[in-house]
């Protein structure tokens, strides 16, 4: 029985009693509203990891269903999601969805609230590269300033008319020049770059993974495959800019890189832990085993490393299933961390759907089809219990960026990778000449809130 199949009967079992149930005493809209509440409210007393904090507040005290769920979560999340774009989100995760086509990083000048924005990455074939490349500056949007407010424009679908900046000493001033570029449907492909290095006796390949989503598990396959016909002896996986996904190719990642006599088919990777109630029904019943536990799965590419280690690129935007890849593969072999501290977020989501009671079964509420919740449901481990803190991770060998150095990503003079290939090779990283994007003057970057990090999460979506 796969996962969603599984959740839908035990949602079934415990929740009948409370499920909601259709009104026709209310205008359609208060009906539907309450409706959509009452399945927030009976899906979380279920299953959300901190059901033991909701607070008693009736479904129908609420119209908007938006805030409702908000004000029922705990004090200790930041990351559960309700959304009423079912499709998009989902077209989102799976990297189908209508984007520009890029990643960016956010400053704000320190004698303003004006804000500026700089390319980090452009997927092949998108919008965005036919105009913009990494270290590309914005600083006017529809030939208007900006400001924190504003910078969710930056990627909402539409069109926009960006105004470029340029680096004038430590300053950042416009340059006059204008890009506009249009959002379009596309399939943004998460193996984003993949390289070849040799160092000596060492052949290295280098991947940069934006994105963990099945829908792409056929291009690790493909560069996997290119890297063993390669012979390579070393990986560097660059997870600096990845922000999660589902689980199943979090899963895969990690079945293709841990070392083949360890990765067997159906061996344990990791353990996930439930709210009280959940997990002694889970632990009582066999059928409940893949709640609890994941397994190696089958990949057709696992590297089988000579060296057996693996070289990760992280930072503050390396979240969730990056972090649980990197968890899980500490405990089969050799990981060697090079950036900065990772985000922090060890902690499972599901996707729910709503339903309603109907001659006593939960019937999908087609009414509702446009709404999805993904309330915390799980913490996730590898086999040895790590990590047990919400401490993001920090690397043995720190780096820090520098976006404004015009290196583009897999160039082996980027920092990070220059590093790792150094750290591989024995020898000493050449410096290169730049500023660190934490340290100006004239403004600050912005951290990245959980808002800004569209994919910061493990879903499971089946």
């Known amino acids: 029985m796969n996962t969603s199949k599984i959740l839908f009967s035990l949602f079934l079992v415990l929740s009948l009693l409370v499920s909601c149930e259709k009104d026709n005493n209310h205008s359609e809209d208060d009906e539907l509203a309450t409706r959509m509440n009452q399945f927030i409210q009976s899906n979380l007393s279920t299953f959300y990891l901190w059901y033991d904090e909701i607070p008693n507040i009736k479904p129908e005290s609420k119209k908007d269903p938006k805030e409702y769920f908000k004000v029922l979560l705990s004090s200790k999340d930041k990351w559960s999601l309700i959304t009423d774009d079912a499709n998009g989100l989902l077209e989102e995760m799976a990297g189908t969805g209508e984007t ?23 997927y092949p074939g998108s919008p965005a590269a036919e105009k913009l490349k990494r270290g590309d500056i914005i600083v006017e949007l529809n030939s208007q300033s900006f400001t924190e407010s504003d910078l969710s424009k930056l990627t909402n679908p539409g069109t926009l008319h960006l105004g470029m900046g340029k680096q004038e000493g430590d300053a950042i001033a416009p340059s006059g020049k204008t890009v506009t570029i249009t959002s379009r449907k596309m399939d943004a492909d998460p193996v ?44 560097v996986l660059d997870l600096r800019y990845n922000h999660g996904g589902d689980d199943d190719a979090s899963t895969f990642l990690c079945s293709a890189i841990v070392p083949k006599e360890k990765a067997v088919v159906g061996t344990l990777l990791s353990k996930e832990t439930w709210n009280s109630p959940c997990q002694e029904i889970f632990e ?17 590419c696992n590297l089988d490393l000579p060296s057996q280690k693996v070289y990760i690129l992280t930072s503050g ?16 072999m050799d990981v060697e961390l090079v950036g900065t501290k990772t985000y922090g977020k060890y902690v499972t989501m599901y996707a729910f759907s709503p339903q309603y009671e109907e001659n ?10 446009n709404w999805l919740i993904f309330p915390v449901c799980s913490r996730f481990t590898n086999i040895d219990g790590y990590p047990n803190s919400l401490e993001g991770m920090t690397p043995q060998h720190e780096v820090k960026e520098d976006l404004f150095n015009g290196i583009q990503l897999g160039d082996e003079n980027e920092p990070l990778l220059a590093e790792a290939l150094a750290l591989i ?36 979506v089946k």
């Not at 993949?194 to 493909?222: A, C, D, P, Q, W």
């Open 425 to 460: 090779s024995g020898t000493r990283r050449m410096q290169v000449k730049g500023r660190s994007i934490e340290t100006s003057p004239v403004f600050n970057m912005l951290p990245k809130s959980f808002n800004d990090i569209k994919s910061n999460r493990i879903i499971h």
């Open 317 to 332: 935007e390396t979240v969730s299933a990056s972090e649980y890849t990197i968890a899980c593969l500490k405990a089969f």
């Open 100 to 122: 520009y086509g890029y990643g960016l990083a956010y400053g704000r000048f320190k004698d303003s609230d004006k804000c500026f924005a700089i390319v980090q990455y452009v």
């Open 284 to 300: 009582s019943d066999s059928q409940y085993e893949n709640l609890l536990n994941r397994f190696f799965v089958e990949t057709n």
């Open 360 to 369: 006593g079964k939960l019937v999908a509420d087609k009414e509702l089809a």
């Open 192 to 235: 984003l770059i993949t390289k070849l290095f040799e160092r000596g006796n060492h052949k290295i390949g280098y991947l940069m993974y934006t994105n963990f989503t099945k829908t792409f598990n056929t291009s690790i396959v493909k560069a996997f495959n290119e890297f063993k016909e390669a012979g390579i002896t070393d990986l």
